[in-house]
């Protein structure tokens, strides 16, 4: 094979084995952070009280939002770390928790025997799990002081996760 | 007058399907829709045929946006500013994605082209020689040189 011919084949395969491994470096079922930085798209939501929470007027704190429901097992691993991250940043942040396609009743129960920090919001119709490019639970978001969505976490959050989020975002924590 | 009342009653009957018949027409368009939108937690479904709630729930939000007179681009631009082009089971012809639609046809033409070069570097196959037939050997075969003699006359 001369240099010509074997230029030839460089220039077919190497442009075809770039694409082979850009498409296998990629999950193709992972859906992509579509959000990111852009503004948090808003809502109001009813908690479990029967109070009503708008995220835009949380604006000047940062805020973690965590979709989940009671059906989804990796949702109960990460309640207690994202209760005691709520309780460790006391009001330098929010948190907020929205049930995902799950039964009022199944999340009242399951609350009973647990602790709860922070507002858990009904979101009927899933409406707002859809603004947010949701595609299953557990998934968490960062909204930062300006109402920016900075981060995503598809899957359970660990405490690593968390404090990289908010260290640093927040100005001082009150307990 | 008999005439009279039966276009009446026609026409009455009209009115009164009309919103049935924009629902069915709604009702197509938004499945037309979610037969372009992929379902999140299914394996390259459209929402319309999956039966998952998010699906559900992504069908419904369809329907909504159908029933507020949104055109179909701006229904898909709706999922995909949410979920990105990804949400697309007919992505758009930019970017990356491009390379996708043009890359087949363009190797496609670099194949034929590739061939075509090699053809031309092949040899010329040799015409078959003009001589004339050669003679029939001669054989010690008394039984083949009696079918020789048959057939030459």
């Known amino acids: ?175 | 007058m008999k005439r009279v009342v039966w276009i009446v009653a026609l026409l009455l009957l009209g009115l009164a399907a009309a919103p049935s018949l924009r629902a069915e027409d709604d009702e197509a368009r938004a499945h037309r829709i979610g037969m372009l939108l992929r379902c999140p937690v299914c394996q390259g479904m459209p929402i319309a045929d999956s039966p998952s709630d998010m699906a559900q729930a992504m069908m419904k939000r369809v329907r909504e946006l159908v029933a507020e007179g949104k055109s179909q681009e701006e229904i898909l631009a709706y999922f995909a500013e949410r979920y990105g082009e990804w949400a697309l089971l007919e992505p758009k012809a930019e970017g990356f994605t491009f390379l996708l639609w043009i890359l087949p046809p363009l190797a496609l033409l670099a194949g034929f082209v590739v061939l075509r070069a090699y053809a031309r570097r092949l040899p010329r196959a040799a015409p078959p020689p003009q001589s004339a037939p050669p003679e029939a050997e001669e054989t010690s075969d008394p039984y083949l040189r009696a079918v020789r003699r048959e057939v030459d006359g």
């Open chain 1, 1 to 175: 094979m001369n240099w010509r011919n074997a230029f030839l084949v460089a220039l077919v395969v190497l442009p075809l084995m770039a694409l082979l491994a850009f498409g296998f470096g990629r999950d193709p079922r992972r859906v992509p952070f579509a959000l990111a930085g852009k503004p948090a798209p808003d809502f109001t939501l009813t908690t479990l009280d029967g109070k009503q929470v708008t995220l835009s007027q949380l604006r000047g704190k940062p805020v973690v939002i965590n979709f989940w429901s009671t059906w989804c097992e990796p949702c109960k691993v990460e309640h207690e770390l994202l209760q005691q991250a709520a309780s460790f940043y006391g009001s330098a942040a929010h948190f907020l928790g929205v049930v995902y396609q799950d039964d009022e009743a199944a999340v009242r129960k399951y609350l009973e025997s647990r602790s709860n920090r922070y507002p858990q919001l009904l979101d009927p119709g899933t409406r707002v799990a859809i603004d947010f490019g949701v595609a299953g639970v557990p998934e968490s978001f960062l909204v930062d002081a300006d109402g920016v969505v900075l981060e995503r976490q598809a899957g359970v959050v660990t405490a690593p996760l968390v404090r990289a989020w908010l260290d640093g975002r927040v100005d001082g924590r009150t307990n």
